[in-house]
């Protein structure tokens, strides 16, 4: 019987520490994950965006994964949708 116990409290302890790790490690990362898709997906004209190398940018054209970005007057470059790190919210300047 001790032998018996001893294993169930292994089992125990393997399941323990793969809950934990699951709540603490990959939850919050798709999690985070999800949160960017939606954000991504929901890109539209005339956001204002900060790209993954720190430009800042209005959206003046959204075609499939490829956006246009005005950076000044007369000033376009195209960039892909996975290159937007965040939309700067209308206050931010």
């Known amino acids: 019987m001790p032998a018996q116990q001893g294993q169930q409290f292994v089992i ?7 809950a934990v790790f699951y709540f603490l490690m990959i939850r919050p990362q798709r999690v ?5 898709r ?3 997906d929901g890109l539209k ?10 430009i800042h940018a209005t959206i003046s054209d959204i ?6 970005l005005d950076l000044a007057p007369n000033v ?8 937007v790190s965040y939309v700067r919210s209308k206050g931010e300047e």
């Open 12 to 18: 125990l302890f393997y399941v323990l520490i793969i």
């Open 32 to 36: 985070q994950q999800r949160k960017r």
């Open 38 to 40: 939606e954000m991504l």
């Open 45 to 54: 004209r005339g956001d204002r965006v900060v790209t993954i190398g720190g």
């Open 63 to 68: 075609k499939d994964d490829v956006l246009s």
């Open 76 to 83: 376009r470059v195209k960039a892909d949708r996975g290159a």
